[in-house]
């Protein structure tokens, strides 16, 4: 692998994961009109339904598609800590930030989810991706690159239960 689309690479890995699956818009409904009694509140007792592997996954890739356009990593390190190609990628946007570049992408829109999990461990997720196109510059003063983007799969490794972590980000063959 050549160094631009292994520097390409580590720009977009996070990016895979940035978009959602297409479902159908939901037609939106007009306001009903006001009534006079006030509408309950969720008890303290109450608690919100367990955000599944798969959702995770998108909201994710959405936090690194963030990431990579602003430069601000904190948000997806609190979700991928312990996940080396993801520490590795958050310091790569970090630098080129710090030294004055950039980085422009739409990031990855998630085509399809499989699980791949077996009997040990957290959930390993398959992810079949469209990579959107990606312009970068290196630093203040660089020429500007790009990666043309692309249908990659990656495999991300989830921590054994929620709250989700990703412990481990591979791409694999297609």
Known sequence: MDVRRTLALAL???????????????????????????????????????????????????????????????????????????IQTAERIRAIYTDGGFVRTEGWMVREVVDRSGTRGGPILDLRIDSSPTVFKERSGAVEDSYPGGKIVMRVRLSREAPWHVVQLTQVAS
């Open 12 to 86: 977009v890995v996070p990016l895979l994961l940035a978009g959602c699956s297409e479902d159908e818009p939901t037609p939106k409904m007009p306001d009903p009109p006001p009534t006079s009694s006030p509408t309950p509140s969720p008890s303290a007792s109450e608690t919100p339904e367990a955000e599944s592997a798969g959702d995770f996954i998108r909201r994710w890739v959405e936090i690194n598609t963030e990431m990579q356009n602003s430069g601000s990593v904190d948000a997806s390190m609190a979700f991928s800590d312990e996940c080396a190609a993801c």
